[in-house]
């Protein structure tokens, strides 16, 4: 009995053919042998019934990487029933022959290669016809915490996936906090910041092979003859089947006096959607409510000179160790029970006008810069014009799968839902992309 590998198995080894992936593929076959822990995978792109390219990945010995190489060889340029016949036998006789021990262990690729056949007749029996290069079967617009998970999990899930983001990846948390600790996040013991959730998320997504688009998408229309969205993009038309709404939500204007002369030209009136290295070493004064208003200020601490935090409720209604947190920053002082009366200055803001709602008492505070926490509202704009059903706070209404009232379209995080958690926004974009799965595939 020999134990030796055929020259054709060792040059297959040495110089694999067809390694690697295909990008848009038709579809995948996965097999592994857990006694001998060889992995493989095999993709096809189908045209006309016929294998026109191939790809394999494989983690294994020198006979697994071979097969593997050989059948991609064999079977490229055969019509799906011929390879289906490719058997394990005709791979090792093409290798003019293999080790007996590895004829069981590690001649795969076969099998492989049938789950890809597989694979793709069953996508066809569903009803999941070709997709095009810009067709996709869920398009996410916006890649904040609620984008970015709906896309990793649909991806994941292995549904062709595109996200889209017009601003920064991680959204609104990660541009105007990128050092924040996350600390309520359960599971995540090693605690990260804003910046390392966000690429965290986005390592996910790319190791899904979600398509990740950064651009704005400027219009969205639902086909009138097929059940594909149209979005348009400044370079480019997507089509997608599933639409996620994860546009977030936007600083509302709080129609203080002032606000709209300094709001514009750089004139000193900042909103959480700002870039906050823009308010280094200046006097802040940051006015809301609750949490935002609060975390808002904790952003600041070692960026702004001083910060002068601002309520008119009686308290800001938060847990404890939030307040703790936020009151051991140097050179902030909090005011409770006060009215933000009006925002004045020549040029740029100067003065901040309070009134302290206990005693009626006025007062003036120096400030270069107001940054307003005051409430936020969901960005739904892009569905508005579709007639997208939103309730009396404006965000868009969904039922317990985050479907909306339009056919196929689907809203989370922030632009759907009033409870303001990460946790929550990636909650929804995971229960997004398995109902989206169940329809589309009829699992
Ligand atoms: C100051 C502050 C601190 C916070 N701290 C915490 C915390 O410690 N823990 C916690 O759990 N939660 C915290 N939150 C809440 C958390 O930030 C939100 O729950 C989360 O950001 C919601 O994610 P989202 O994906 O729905 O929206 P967003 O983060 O707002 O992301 C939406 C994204 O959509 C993009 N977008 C919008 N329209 C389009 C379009 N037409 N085309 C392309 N892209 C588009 C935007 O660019 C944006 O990146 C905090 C919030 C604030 C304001």
Not at 226 to 231: H, I, Q, R, V
Not at 266 to 286: E, H, M, N, Q, W
Not at 383 to 398: H, I, Q
Request: one cysteine or more; charged letters at 25%; glycine letters at 10%.
């Amino acid at each position: 009995m020999s134990f030796e590998y055929s020259e054709k198995v060792k040059d297959h080894f040495r110089n694999p053919r067809n390694v690697g992936t295909i990008k848009d593929a038709d579809a995948t076959g996965r097999v592994g042998n857990p006694v001998c822990g060889d992995m493989m995978e095999i993709q096809l792109k189908v045209e006309d019934n016929v294998i026109k390219d191939i790809k394999f990945k494989t983690f294994g010995c020198a006979s697994a990487i071979a097969t593997s190489s050989m059948v991609t060889e064999i079977a490229k340029g055969k019509t799906l029933e011929e390879a289906l016949e490719i058997t394990r036998q005709d791979v090792a006789d093409e290798l003019d022959g293999l080790p007996p021990i590895k004829m069981h262990c590690s001649n795969l690729a076969a099998d492989a290669l049938h789950a890809a056949i597989n694979d793709y007749m069953e996508k066809q029996e569903k009803g999941i016809a070709k997709l095009e290069e810009n067709e996709y079967e869920v398009a996410v617009i916006g890649g904040g915490a609620a984008g970015l998970a709906a896309a990793t999990i649909s991806s994941y899930v292995g549904l062709k996936t595109v996200v889209f983001d017009g601003g920064q990846w991680g959204g609104m948390l990660n541009k105007f906090c990128p050092d924040k600790l996350i600390e309520n996040y359960p599971g995540l013991t090693d605690k990260m910041t804003t910046r390392e959730l966000t690429q965290s998320l986005l390592d996910d997504a790319r190791e899904q092979e979600a398509k990740l688009v950064n651009e704005h998408v400027n219009d969205v229309e639902m086909e009138i003859d097929s059940d594909f969205k149209t979005l348009t993009t400044d370079s480019g038309i997507y089509k997608a089947r599933m639409l996620v709404l994860a546009s977030g939500s936007s600083p509302a204007r709080s129609g203080i006096p002032g606000e709209e002369k300094f709001a514009v030209d750089d004139g000193g009136i900042f909103y959480l959607t700002a870039d906050p290295s823009r308010l280094i070493d200046k006097r802040v004064l940051v006015y809301g409510r609750g949490y935002n208003a609060l975390s808002t200020a904790g952003c600041l601490g070692g960026i702004a000179g001083s910060i002068t935090l601002v309520t008119d409720e009686a308290s800001f209604m938060v847990p404890e160790r939030e307040m703790d947190r936020v009151k051991c920053i140097e050179g902030l002082k909090m005011l409770t029970s006060t009215t933000l009366l009006e925002i004045q200055g020549a040029a740029k803001v100067e003065k901040a006008v309070l009134e302290d709602q206990t005693g009626g008492e006025r007062m003036e505070i120096i400030v270069d810069a107001v940054v307003l926490a005051t409430g936020m509202v969901p960005n739904v704009g892009l569905m508005e014009k579709l007639g997208v059903e939103v309730d009396e706070s404006g965000f868009v209404k969904t039922d317990k799968y985050q479907r909306t009232s339009l056919d196929g379209v689907y809203a989370i995080g922030n632009v759907a839902s009033e409870i303001d958690l990460l946790v929550v926004a990636e909650a929804q974009g995971t229960i997004v992309a398995h109902d989206a799965y169940r329809r589309l595939r009829g699992g």
